[in-house]
């Protein structure tokens, strides 16, 4: 007995890091949500994806499962979306920034904005 069919495909190389996090509020440069602003709920970063609030709603149909206390009927949630299409809004200077990182003391990579310079760690 084996888990059959489960090995990932290792053909991509590393990614490189999102630069969105997870609480930080995001506005989406492409696609059917463009221009759309939202707080990012998780960041999938071996996928590159990030599902943010109420941005790439999709609908599912859910079939009713009296046993669960489930109505049938039509779900919307949030799909995951690309990191690469979303950018990071500035809590600072409140406009969508590119991002910069530079190491603390410490070690640790620390976000800043490129254009308010201030710092997107906290
Ligand atoms: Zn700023």
Redesign the pocket.
Known sequence: MGLYGRSSKQTEGPRPKPHVKKGDTVVVLSGKDAGKQGRVLRVLATKGKAIVERVNFTKKHTRPNPGKNVKGGILERESPINVAKLQVI?P??N?P?RLGSHRNEEGEAVRF?R??K?DLSK
């Open positions: 500035c600072s200077c406009e920034t904005c254009n308010c201030s």
